[in-house]
């Protein structure tokens, strides 16, 4: 499969815990954010986004969190499956840019049965 | 809905000869991106499209890469001469119309290899 994950951070969590995966971004002027996931020999997948103009977006299972002050986000996964194990990404998009997305360098989420 | 289709695979090549990656982006998009994937460079926006129009093409390497987008339903990405540091996972991405503020759907990309 693919090996992005040989330096990457590792998260390694007990199924059924919750995760928290964190990323700082560098840009003040970025004014949207997204969260990908990346399963071996898979692109990444979205999971989910929030703007600037907000702090805190809910999906199914998964929460983002954004501080603009400290220029920071985050992924919170409750009740964390086996299926989750992946690469998750953070992405910001440049207000003033077209829509291309800046990547982080990924964390490796490990989950323990 | 069949999602971002690249083809192929996985290549493998050996040094010198023309790479050329193909993408199909989802019907009813018109922005496409070229991301590269390595272990050391994480993801890496190559270039990108609008409306079949390249817009930002800095993150091209060298000019023995390549980016046409003929039409709004097909992208090639060559590379000629390739050489083994162009060895990577090549990722086709694209966006649907008319929101910036809108996540980009990618494909499972194409595993190259430069021996």
């Known amino acids: 499969g693919e090996s992005v994950g040989l330096h990457l951070p590792t998260l390694s969590v007990q199924e059924g815990d919750n995760s928290i995966i964190n990323c700082a971004y560098s840009?003040?002027?970025?004014?949207?954010f997204i969260w990908y996931k990346q399963e071996s020999g898979k692109g990444p997948q979205f999971i989910i986004d929030i703007r600037s103009n907000m702090d805190k977006r809910q999906g199914q299972r998964v929460t983002v969190l954004l501080n603009k002050t400290v220029k920071h986000l985050s992924l919170q996964i409750a009740a964390t499956q086996p299926g989750d194990s992946a690469v998750y990404f953070c992405a910001e998009n440049i207000r003033g840019s077209q829509g291309n997305l800046i990547f982080g360098k990924g964390t490796k989420l490990s989950v323990k049965p | 809905d069949a999602g971002v289709i690249q083809s192929p695979r996985h290549e493998v090549t050996e040094m010198g000869q023309e790479v050329t990656l193909r993408c199909k982006p989802i019907?009813?998009?018109?922005?496409l991106f070229w991301y590269r994937q390595t272990m050391m460079r994480g993801l890496e926006l190559l270039i990108y499209f609008n409306n079949n129009v390249p817009i930002d093409d800095s993150g091209m390497p060298e000019d023995r890469f390549s980016a046409k987008m003929p039409n709004a339903s097909f992208s090639t990405l060559k590379i000629q001469p390739s050489e083994p540091r162009d060895s990577a996972v090549y990722f086709c991405?694209?966006?649907?119309?008319?929101?910036?503020?809108?996540?980009?759907?990618f494909g499972n990309g194409t595993r190259l290899t430069v021996t």
């Open positions: 019907s009813g998009h018109n922005s």
């Open positions: 991405a694209s966006k649907g119309q008319g929101a910036r503020n809108s996540p980009l759907h």
């Open positions: 840009n003040s002027a970025s004014d949207y």
